[in-house]
């Protein structure tokens, strides 16, 4: 099983943490923000066929 952590904003230290624990690491990612607020998020590598996890609180 292939698994791939992403961190949003939020927090990335608990997603380090995360990924850790569970024996993988963050995947590389972009993450801009715009005028109004809101985030623009791009992920720098390849998660075809991986199971993937989003750290990112939704408030």
Known sequence: MNLVVV???GNPLLAESIAER???RVCRSV???FPDTELHAEIE???RGCDVYV???TG
């Open 7 to 9: 961190a949003g904003s």
């Open 22 to 24: 569970l024996g993988t």
């Open 31 to 33: 993450l801009n923000r």
């Open 45 to 47: 590598e390849s998660v």
């Open 55 to 57: 750290v990112q609180p």
